[in-house]
């Protein structure tokens, strides 16, 4: 469908037409001055040059061929040549009836679907989830949904970290506690024991130990690094353990993110490119690209144009080990070879700017990405608390997602149950989805790229631009067609009728802005569209329902007509929150 805006632009451009001058003058845009008008062109005054003519003269013919027009009403013309309308309600009625009639609401979706591999979560192996994972998560489970309503195929992929020095660091502490497994014992060739010689939470109470002690102790630490290298060489009994680590830790992440609405289509990880990386780099090298600097294996990757140096993208390190650049180019040329993807886009912290630069540049240079294949970094900001520093404990502590999580149900639960009607297993299910939209909304409502303050108080807050009261809007609605329909038994036939008022009006116009906004959202892969979208749509709403006697109308055209509206709103604020990856109760 074409967009509502796009539709006044051409009814303005043909106006322009009419009146002797070139069409591409007639574009209108959202009015400056809201207290003056809905919609304005300049195009007068862009005219005024061309045509040797004051642009108000420009203007007011212009505005004369518009007086029988069908789409604007209180056409106007304002010095120095502003044209100003508003638009007619018949015209924003016929509209939202095809929108009710079209697949997602007449938003327009790929024409030729692209292949996507949204890279997103990338949480590590054995280090329990920190709230740092959070946002890749939460961003990226959005723009992945965001994406497929566009109509591409997008395949998700966790891409864990699970190959690294922090293996080693686990094996080496396994190995200082139970020196007797078999896993150690090189003369060892029977079946290794199918239960893991360690649970979560040891693993989790594992890996900083060994960290810490790695920093402070250089015997420990090499011995790390020489597991590491054992493990990545494929010794045996290193990698059945390993294979341990990973099952205990993936079980574990398989909940933490099914907490979080956050589904991956792909759990693949480092070590899935392990093998493929010896022949990469002897292509890099055959080819000339790869060379040897001071020991290490690098490829030059700046360019003439930089603003500040690029340096070289360092593929191997001295020793021969692996990096972390290493894998993630191995991985894109796994995933050209599986997949084909148009574009491979990455969600991570925006401090890793840097190395997606230098692995990107050294994927186009050395033919492992294709020509065609566009690779993009989506760097998001640092998630602080309320002292303006990065998210910790109380105590100081790195913030395990999970307690973050329970802190906010917890809080979320008083509220819930403040409603002496909703209890039990409802009050609980109902607290995780309110909480869910409160951290998933208080996120994604800032552009992904800025730092943003945690504030547990103002996210679960059921009023302002938070995503609880979002939801308690929908609730709202809902409520109401739930009322109408069980006295309704033919309910279904509801049509719209013109706005009645001002307020009504601007709720319709806002549903009509739905394509455009998701057209916006999808081109710059921005959630925060849809959540000003929304906020914008549910105080529209608000204003109009708490001016608006529905249920009681007496005119009954002018009830269902109202209902209709009601559904429109329901429906698009289901998709809009579907698309931030949160859903709304029945009651709150
Ligand atoms: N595991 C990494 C981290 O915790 C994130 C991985 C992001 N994805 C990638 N292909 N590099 O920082």
């Not at 390993?242 to 907490?259: A, C, Q």
Request: proline content about 4%; overall charge negative.
């Amino acid at each position: 469908m074409t967009q509502f805006i796009d539709l006044l632009t051409e009814e303005m451009s043909r106006a322009f037409e009419k009146a002797g001058y070139g069409a591409e003058l007639g574009k209108v845009a959202v009015s400056a001055r809201p207290d003056l008008a809905e919609y304005q062109c300049n195009g007068a005054m862009a005219g005024a040059k061309a045509y040797h003519k004051a642009p108000f003269a420009i203007a007011e013919e212009v505005a004369e061929t518009l007086k029988e027009s069908e789409v604007f009403q209180d056409v106007n013309v304002v010095r120095p040549g502003f044209i100003n309308v508003n638009i007619k309600p018949s015209f924003v009625t016929a509209y939202l009836a095809k929108m009710q009639e079209t697949e997602k609401f007449g938003a327009q979706t790929s024409k030729t679907p692209s292949t996507i591999i949204l890279d997103y979560g990338g949480p590590n192996v054995a280090k329990p989830l920190h709230v740092g994972h959070l946002r890749s998560a939460v961003i990226g489970e959005s723009l992945k949904r965001i994406m497929r309503y566009h109509g591409d195929k997008v395949i998700g992929d966790i891409h864990m970290g699970d190959w690294g020095l922090q293996m080693g660091l686990v094996i080496t502490e396994l190995r200082h506690r139970q020196p007797d497994l078999p896993y150690f014992d090189d003369a060892f060739e029977g079946e290794y024991p199918e239960e893991a010689p360690f649970t979560v939470s040891e693993l989790e109470e594992i890996y900083p130990f060994a960290s810490k002690k790695s920093k402070e102790d250089p015997d420990y630490y090499a011995e790390a690094m020489e597991n590491t290298h054992q493990l990545q060489e494929g010794k045996r009994g290193l990698r059945a353990l390993w294979d341990h680590i990973i099952n205990v830790s993936v079980s574990d992440m398989k909940r933490n993110y099914e907490n979080l609405d956050v589904e991956f289509d792909l759990w693949n990880g480092e070590s899935t490119v392990n093998d493929i990386i010896p022949g990469m780099v002897a292509k890099m090298k055959d080819d000339g690209y790869a060379y040897e600097s001071d020991g290490a294996l690098v490829v030059d990757v700046a360019q003439p144009d930089d603003p500040k140096e690029i340096p070289p993208c360092m593929i191997l390190k001295s020793d021969g080990a692996a990096l972390y650049t290493t894998t993630d180019l191995a991985t894109i040329q796994d995933r050209e070879e599986k997949y084909s993807p148009d574009e491979i886009v990455y969600v991570t912290d925006k401090r890793q700017e840097l190395h997606f630069t230098q692995v990107f540049r050294a994927a186009a240079k050395c033919g492992i990405a294709k020509e065609g294949t566009k690779l993009r970094h989506i760097g998001f900001g640092t998630m602080n608390g309320p002292d303006g520093k990065p998210f910790k404990t109380r105590d100081g502590g790195v913030m395990r997602l999970e307690m973050l999580i329970r802190d906010i149900n917890e809080k979320m639960m008083e509220k819930i149950t403040a409603n002496p009607e909703i209890v039990g297993e409802e009050a609980q299910a109902t607290s995780r989805q309110v909480a869910l939209a409160a951290l998933k909304y208080g996120d994604l409502s800032n552009q992904a790229s800025k730092d943003y303050v945690f504030d547990m108080e103002r996210f679960t807050s059921f009023e302002g631009n938070t995503g609880p009261y979002i939801l308690y809007t929908i609730v709202r609605i809902k409520s109401i067609l739930n009322r109408y329909e069980k006295e309704n038994a033919a309910a279904g036939d509801e049509k719209l009728l013109d706005a009645a008022s001002a307020l009504e009006k601007n709720l319709m116009m806002d549903l009509a802005g739905f394509g455009a906004m998701i057209s916006g959202a999808c081109e710059e892969l921005a959630p925060h569209r849809i959540c000003a979208y929304i906020y914008q749509l549910s105080n529209d709403f608000n204003s109009f329902y708490h001016a608006t006697r529905i249920l009681t109308e007496e005119n009954e055209e002018q009830k269902k007509s109202w209902i209709a509206l009601l559904r429109l709103t329901r429906d698009i604020l289901n998709t809009c929150i579907d698309l931030l990856g949160f859903s709304a109760p029945e009651r709150m």
